[in-house]
């Protein structure tokens, strides 16, 4: 069975530094998707980034990155330039890839991220 | 586009009562996915559709719960005889399977509290 871990329950950031959240993962599956998903105070769950295994380059988007270590398993997501509506709860996810299908989500316990302004 | 959506938002019933939750999926979207989460945890997994079929169901999923899709559209979930241990926010997400993007995209959840 595949598991997520988030080791850091809360984390704090100024405004406008950056901060990295880490993930590991357990798994013997070779082909899957690792994803950070953000939940802000009272809101619904948006994807952030995602990143396919099979890809050995890190995803970016805008401000969020990611350091996806394949053989350490380890997906960490950096947030540069860090707002004030990134306050949020972050969750590591995995998904398993099975001839050509996804399955559902394995979500970590989650970060609660705090900016400071 | 108007996103997933779910009925009610909140539900507070009493320990024994059974209730019904509702996700409206995005309209083109042939998957949905329903998860539950519980207070500090990430969402758990409970079972998936693809169109109207029933393709999965964690071992979460006990005998009283149950899941529909009849018309590959909207779904119901259906919680027999709650328990306070049922006290969650449930969670719906729906994706497109065979589409160039395998994002799940999440409604806003039902928060039930059994008293």
């Known amino acids: 069975a595949q598991t997520v871990t988030q080791s850091q329950p809360e984390m704090s950031v100024q405004e406008a530094e950056t901060v990295t959240l880490s993930c590991t993962y357990d798994?013997?599956?070779?082909?899957?998707?690792l994803f950070w998903y953000k939940q802000p105070p009272s809101r619904q769950m948006i994807l952030v980034i995602r990143?396919?295994?099979?890809?050995?380059q890190n995803a970016t988007e805008n401000r969020f990155s990611v350091n996806f270590q394949k053989a350490a398993k380890s997906f960490s997501l950096k947030i540069s330039d860090s707002q004030l509506g990134d306050t949020a709860m972050y969750f590591c996810?995995?998904?398993?890839?099975?001839?050509?299908?996804?399955?559902?989500?394995?979500f970590g316990k989650g970060t609660k991220l705090s900016v400071k302004p | 586009d108007t996103g997933v959506s779910q009925d009610p938002r909140h539900k507070i019933t009493k320990r024994g009562q059974n209730v019904t939750f509702r996700c409206d999926p995005i309209?083109?979207?042939?998957?949905l996915y329903w998860y539950r989460q519980t207070l500090g945890q990430g969402p758990e997994f409970l079972t998936y559709?693809?169109?109207?079929?029933?393709?999965?169901k964690s071992r979460l999923l006990s005998d009283r719960f149950s899941a529909e899709r009849p018309k590959g559209s909207f779904s119901t979930l259906e919680i027999q005889r709650t328990e306070q241990g049922d006290s969650a926010m449930y969670l719906c997400?729906?994706?497109?399977?065979?589409?160039?993007?395998?994002?799940?995209?999440f409604g806003p959840g039902t928060r039930l509290t059994v008293t």
């Open positions: 997400a729906s994706s497109l399977f065979g589409g160039s993007s395998y994002e799940q995209y």
């Open positions: 798994t013997s599956e070779n082909n899957y998707y």
């Open positions: 990143q396919e295994a099979y890809k050995q």
């Open positions: 996810a995995f998904m398993k890839e099975y001839g050509g299908s996804q399955g559902n989500l394995i």
């Open positions: 309209s083109e979207h042939n998957r």
């Open positions: 559709f693809q169109n109207e079929a029933q393709l999965e």
